[in-house]
């Protein structure tokens, strides 16, 4: 044992000045909408829709997902970056851990969806890399961070939404991206995509008998009148402020799942 | 008669003087040696958690190596490399051992990865490109897992070597562990290989 601890002792004091200085860098303080634009990439209306669509997600599922731009991460990478912050933050609810983040850092040229442990089984981190390389990084390539941000977050929260079976009346229409390999369509498989609409359409309805029960919820988002006793799939009356405000983080837990890249 | 009272009194006051102090002790020991048990369980599940990923990684490399191989079939050396330190994985017995492993075998999967640069048409491969962001993830993963199972190791030593602490760990039979050090570098620094 003591052998052991001779071995360990310096490469620890290493390990421990690293985490050290990697807590102080990233002290963003808690969102208070689900978009915040620091590095001011995201145009008004991109803004106001999203942030829109994001709180219906979280009412309906309550999968917390925020979008965050910066300048820079300041020399940490972005995995480790937004980590940090969706740990700190603890997006999603606890015990469910559906929570998300996505990070671009302009300055970088980085970006990074983290998903939360309870949504990795569908936001796998290949799917994450077809939207990052497919909707999100043509988009930045032309210099439109915007419309980039938006339609790449949209795919995401659609693919939360149809998980968990609800419509959001915010989502415009769009192309979705597939979620499996093309080349490998085995006749096995073939059972998937009608089981797959089949589910969809099921959902779908029940979604859309949800929306008015709902409809007094959201209403009354903008007089300000906290829990409307249905906290238990809200976790807590945290909607009470005014429209388009993040209530804060819930306790979700990150693994790291997710995927990253440059443009 | 009078005096013969008051000693009972005395005497009932220290003993449950006495009871209440051990009742203290004993709920002090109990968390004591609970800490100790659940700070072990914190670390051995963390230790699991990084296994995990590195099994789901290691499942994931043989399908990569087949895609790669259609477009580069004659990158023969590198092919071997990859299989010989995925098998020096299997053979690994510890934590420490498998991690060691898929340190080597990063260095040959990010050579394998760069070869997208020398054939275009590997790069340009749907399912070359989900398996690198397949790969990508859970290299991630056990870095986060790494990280956690290090703060966790670090909390169970801190306890094991402070004066009471260490009282409880050798009554729980829990033991110092050691910590798995970092050896990848940052994941945004793009290896360079000379081919």
Request: with cysteine.
């Amino acid at each position: 044992m003591q052998r052991l601890l001779n071995n360990n002792f310096i490469p620890l004091l290493v390990i421990l000045a690293g985490t050290l200085n990697v807590y102080a860098a990233t002290n963003l303080p808690m969102p208070s909408h689900y978009v915040e634009d620091y590095a001011d990439v995201i145009n008004e209306a991109d803004e106001r829709s999203l942030n829109g669509i994001l709180q219906e997600l979280e009412q309906k599922t309550g999968a917390q997902y925020i979008v965050l731009t910066v300048e820079t991460t300041g020399g940490l990478p972005i995995e480790q970056f937004s980590i940090e912050l969706a740990e700190k933050w603890k997006l999603g609810q606890k015990g469910k851990d559906n929570g998300m983040l996505f990070v671009l850092a302009k300055n970088d040229r980085r970006w990074r969806f983290e998903v939360g442990y309870g949504l990795e089984g569908f936001v796998t981190d290949q799917y994450c890399g077809r939207v990052g390389r497919e909707v999100l990084v043509p988009y930045l390539k032309k210099g439109d961070y915007s419309q980039g941000i938006y339609r790449a977050n949209l795919q995401i929260v659609q693919k939360i939404a149809s998980e968990a079976g609800v419509t959001l009346a915010g989502m415009p229409s769009q192309k979705s991206v597939p979620d499996r390999p093309a080349g490998k369509w085995t006749p096995c498989c073939s059972a998937l995509p009608i089981l797959f609409i089949m589910l969809l359409l099921f959902g779908g309805l029940g979604g859309g008998m949800g929306w008015w029960f709902l409809l007094p919820f959201m209403m009354g988002g903008f007089g300000g009148h906290g829990g409307y006793g249905r906290s238990g799939s809200f976790g807590g009356g945290s909607f009470g402020g005014s429209f388009g405000g993040f209530g804060g983080g819930l306790g979700g837990r990150f693994g790291g799942g997710g995927a990253s890249g440059g443009w | 008669m009078k005096n013969y009272g008051k000693a009972w009194v005395v005497l009932i006051v220290i003993l449950v003087v006495v009871l209440l102090a051990g009742l203290v002790i004993f709920k002090w020991y109990i968390s004591g040696y609970n800490r100790a048990v659940s700070l072990e369980q914190a670390v051995e599940q963390a230790q699991a958690d990084i296994e995990s990923n590195l099994q789901r990684r290691m499942d994931l490399v043989p399908q990569l190596v087949e895609t790669v191989k259609g477009y580069a079939a004659y990158e023969k050396g590198l092919f071997e490399n990859i299989a010989k330190s995925r098998e020096k994985y299997f053979q690994a017995g510890t934590t420490a051992g498998k991690l060691e492993a898929n340190n080597e075998l990063g260095g040959f999967l990010s050579r394998l990865l760069m070869l997208q640069e020398k054939y275009p048409d590997l790069k340009a491969n749907e399912s070359f490109r989900d398996l690198q962001n397949q790969l990508e993830g859970t290299e991630n993963r056990i870095n986060v897992a790494r990280i956690r199972y290090n703060d966790a190791a670090k909390q169970l030593n801190t306890y094991n070597r402070e004066f009471f602490g260490s009282f409880f760990c050798k009554r729980a039979g829990v033991e110092q562990v050691e910590y798995f050090e970092a050896t990848e570098k940052a994941k945004t620094e793009v290896p360079k290989v000379e081919f």
